[in-house]
């Protein structure tokens, strides 16, 4: 099925001399028609300006497209701008080759499907005759054949369109596409949806007529632009058999000067993570945009303004109360982050801060009241929630990066404050471990209890940075010992935790039964479930080694005890790996994904959960869900940062 360019014209040699008119090995009949010239094209990445994706299908053998080096996986694709019979593809290899390859078709971009794979490719030209249908192809480089990248001189996709009997019908043309918002690094756009004869099963956006996205709705933001640069926009509406409409009305948006106010914005990627963290498989700008988006609908159906008094609230409709504060911190880490996509985070972020300031705690009124009745009043003791003030003080430090501090809001000293209240009255000054809260006093019953997914490590660090005070790397090495020791001793082949552990000023253990809310409080339950996530997060940003190790443990057990596939991951386990309960939540599932960023070994598993992420419908009943995996896309995507 390969054949080098030197091999084909030897070949070609011998054959007209013989007289015989045939074709190479592999070659498509004259039928087949190149479908890829000229077409949108997108890859993983480029090793910089002039290795476009496009130079690789302009029938041009002078140009080509090149990924950045010493990097796997990468990939190239190409719409054919409808669906197609394919039949042959053409690589034609720059000396940066693929060893080891696949071509794949899609109907959507999303989902895929191997036609052909190879180990053992060696360069020059592979022409390949091949059997699948789709609208999208592509290449995709699971191993370099050098220590450069993967490099095409051309991209050749041949087959044959339409005669099928099928939906030749596009939609009509979305009609007036607009600029809605605009950032130092991020353009907003809107449209009218458009009609079809089926059904419009989404939309392409274009820059400078470029592709650079897909929205299901009628809505898109696009990141990761340069200050003050103009842009031209268009969209296309498709259906399910891969008819595009024509192109809209096109509009042109202007990015802000000076940043716009955004120090660190969605999608800059400023704070890289530490070497060899992996991210799903795609490029960057699709990848941030995914998370855009379902940042819009977790706004959509969780962001409110119901009491008025200038405040917005998170809504909470599957916690006990309608407002509760770990709901807040999660709106405040979200938002602030989330400045330079959203032009209203700013608006959202001060409106969050003007409610938790509006609802203290009655023990220390520098923390939040935990929870709010339907009327934003703090009820059921007024007291806080660890989690919830660990956060709103992250929340506001991201916030004084982002934005400063000299607006309404002295976002910097209000963090301090609240840091310092944090550790005077909620870590245990004898176990520099965290307590359930402020409430839990010394003679207590739960004086010597801590919560793991409170157990947020990097958040210490953010502490210690912000106010100097050395107090918080002993505590930040406390909590990692103690995740050791109860990996070691309590999971030593799942490395689970439990919800909640007692004991903390002896040996500290997981609860036996019921100690706070649950006869499953000392099993990996709806608390426990997030401190993949918490863990992860530290592990990818800081590449600190117990945090990694910590990590590593959970990815090993997951992934071998669903056998890959992120469908298997149960709602619930004993710390021996028992399942619970059978179904599935994105509180289990996403978590994972974090702790799999942190094994090379894990990029086919990691793409799973991500994808299985992707295919889960935001259920507007449970911020907690919602809440848990938006901060995990974040957080694959390598948009999360420390402060």
Not at 79 to 103: C, F, M, P, Q
Not at 318 to 346: C, F, I, L, R, S
Not at 470 to 494: C, E, G, M
Request: hydrophobic share 35%; with cysteine.
């Amino acid at each position: 099925m390969k054949i080098t360019l030197k091999g084909a014209l030897l070949k070609s040699a011998v054959l007209l001399t013989a007289g015989l008119l045939l074709l190479p090995l592999g070659h498509a009949v004259a039928a087949d028609t190149l479908l890829s010239q000229g077409k949108p094209s997108t890859s993983s990445s480029i090793e910089g300006s002039g290795f476009e994706a496009a130079k690789a299908v302009d029938a041009n053998t002078g140009t080509r497209w090149a990924s950045v080096e010493g990097h796997d996986p990468e990939w190239i694709r190409v719409d054919l701008g409808s669906t197609a019979t394919i039949s042959r593809v053409k690589l034609n290899w720059e000396a940066a080759y693929g060893k080891s390859y696949k071509i794949q078709t899609s109907a959507d971009g999303s989902t895929w499907t191997d036609i052909f794979s190879t180990t053992t490719g060696n360069g020059a030209i592979d022409d390949l005759t091949v059997s699948g249908s789709g609208r999208y192809v592509r290449m995709y480089g699971t191993a370099r054949g050098t220590a450069w990248g993967y490099s095409l001189w051309e991209f050749e996709v041949y087959g044959t369109t339409g005669g099928g009997g099928g939906d030749t019908t596009p939609p009509s043309t979305p009609g007036n596409l607009a600029s809605t918002g605009t950032t130092s690094s991020g353009v907003s756009l809107a449209w009218n949806a458009s009609t079809d004869n089926v059904g419009v099963t989404g939309y392409t956006v274009y820059r400078n007529g470029t592709e650079v996205g897909n929205a299901s709705g009628t809505t898109y933001t696009d990141t990761g632009l340069t200050a003050a640069t103009t842009y031209t926009y268009t969209v296309k509406a498709r259906d399910a058999a891969g008819n595009l409409s024509g192109a809209s009305n096109s509009v042109t948006a202007t990015t802000q000067t000076g940043g716009g106010g955004v120090g660190v914005p969605f999608g800059s990627h400023l704070q890289p993570y530490a070497a060899g963290m992996l991210r799903p498989t795609g490029s960057q700008s699709t990848l941030d945009q995914k998370v855009v988006d379902y940042y819009q609908r977790w706004k959509a159906a969780f962001v409110k303004q119901n009491c008025g008094n200038g405040w917005y609230e998170v809504v909470s409709p599957d916690a006990d109360h309608p407002y509760v504060g770990e709901a807040q911190g999660y709106g405040m880490v979200v938002t602030a982050t989330m400045a330079g996509a959203d032009p209203a985070a700013k608006t959202i972020f001060d409106g969050l801060v003007k409610y938790v300031l509006a609802h203290p705690s009655v023990i220390n009124s520098d923390l939040l009241a935990a929870e709010q009745n339907d009327a934003c009043v703090s009820v059921n003791g007024s007291d806080n929630a660890t989690d919830a003030d660990m956060d709103v003080a992250y929340g506001l430090l991201l916030a004084d990066r982002q934005w400063g501090s000299a607006g309404t809001y002295n976002y910097k000293a209000l963090a301090i404050r609240r840091i310092n209240a944090i550790k005077a009255d909620v870590v245990n000054p004898e176990t520099n471990l965290l307590k359930l809260a402020d409430w839990s006093e010394p003679g207590g019953e739960h004086y010597y209890i801590s919560r793991t997914s409170d157990w947020m490590i990097d958040h210490f660090r953010a502490f210690k940075k912000a106010t100097g005070d050395t107090k918080w790397d002993t505590v930040r090495t406390a909590h990692q010992n103690v995740i050791a020791s109860l990996q070691s001793s309590y999971a030593p082949n799942t490395g689970l935790l439990p919800d909640f552990v007692i004991n903390t000023n002896s040996s500290p253990k997981p609860a036996a039964g019921k100690v706070l809310e649950h006869e499953y409080d000392g099993r990996y339950w709806w608390n426990a479930c997030r401190t993949p996530w918490r863990i992860g997060a530290d592990a990818v940003t800081s590449a600190d080694t117990k945090s990694l190790a910590a990590a590593r443990k959970l990815n090993t057990w997951v992934k071998s005890k669903t056998g890959g596939n992120p469908n298997n991951i149960a709602t619930g386990y004993q710390l021996n790996g028992t399942q619970i309960e059978a179904g599935s939540d994105p509180s289990y599932f996403a978590p994972f994904a974090v702790v799999a960023m942190t094994d090379s070994g894990s990029q086919a598993w990691l793409d799973a959960i991500w994808n299985k992420m992707l295919a889960t419908p935001i259920a507007t009943d449970s911020y907690y869900a919602a809440s848990i995996q938006l901060q995990v896309m974040i957080t694959a995507t390598h948009n999360h940062w420390v402060p």
